[in-house]
C-alpha cells in the first residue's frame, strides 16, 4: 500500500518520527537503528515502509534500507512476533548481527535484546534459518569477498558455519577463492 515516504523531518520522538509529506504528516515507528541515522529536523529523508491494518489501528513502520523492512517482515510473520517485538529485535541488533545469529544457531545474541527470552529466541532462530539471506550474515572476521566466496562454497559442501568460519581463520589474506576452498578443505580433513 505505502511503500516508501520521501518529506521532511518535522518531529522525532523514539521510536516514532512525523514525517511532512506534501503537507500530510505521516507518524512512522522506526527502529533505534534507523532512528540514530535520520538527518536533522526540516531536512529531507526517505524511508522505506510497512503498513499494517490491525482490528483496532493502522500503523506505518520505516526503515532506512531494504534490508531493515525485509528483515522486520520476515519477523513479524513468526507467530507469537508483533511488530512491536520485531522493532525491539532490529534496535538491539542489526539486520547482519541477527543473520549471523540465525545461521550460526546463536540464542545468547537474542536474549540480550529487551523482552526476549530463551525459548522465544530458539523459536526465531528456527523460524528465520534460510529466510534471512546468507549475503547478510558475514560472520565476524570474513574481512573480503574472497572470503566470503570461500565460506559459501564450503557451506555448500556441508559444513556447518562454525566449521566453515574456523577454516578461514586458517587462510592467508592474500589467498584467491580457489585456492583457499583447497587450503580450507584441508585444514578441514585434519
Not at 34 to 45: A, D, H, K, M, W
Not at 83 to 90: C, G, I, N, S, Y
Not at 127 to 153: F, H, I, M
Request: hydrophobic share 45%; net charge neutral.
Amino acid at each position: 500500500m505505502i511503500g516508501r515516504l520521501t518529506g521532511v523531518l518535522a518531529d522525532k520522538a523514539p521510536p516514532q518520527v512525523l514525517i511532512d509529506v506534501g503537507g500530510v504528516g505521516y507518524e512512522v515507528d522506526v527502529p533505534m537503528s534507523t532512528f540514530y541515522n535520520l538527518p536533522s529536523l526540516g531536512e529531507r529523508v526517505t524511508l522505506l515502509t510497512h503498513f499494517a491494518v490491525r482490528e483496532d489501528a493502522q500503523v506505518l513502520y520505516g526503515f532506512g534500507t531494504a534490508e531493515e523492512r525485509e528483515a522486520f517482515r520476515q519477523l513479524i510473520k513468526i507467530s507469537g512476533v508483533g511488530p512491536r517485538t520485531a522493532l525491539a529485535l532490529l534496535s538491539g541488533l542489526s539486520v547482519a548481527d541477527l543473520a549471523q545469529a540465525v545461521s550460526l544457531q546463536e540464542p545468547g545474541r537474542l536474549v540480550k535484546v529487551p523482552g526476549i527470552g530463551k525459548k522465544t529466541a530458539e523459536r526465531l532462530l528456527l523460524e528465520l534459518k534460510g529466510k534471512l539471506g546468507p549475503e547478510l550474515a558475514r560472520p565476524q572476521g570474513v574481512a573480503s569477498d574472497t572470503q566470503a566466496d570461500v565460506l559459501q562454497a564450503l557451506v555448500a559442501l556441508g559444513y556447518s558455519d562454525r566449521e566453515a568460519a574456523a577454516a578461514l581463520k586458517a587462510l592467508p589474506a592474500d589467498v584467491g577463492v580457489s585456492e583457499g576452498i583447497k587450503l580450507a578443505l584441508k585444514a578441514l580433513a585434519k
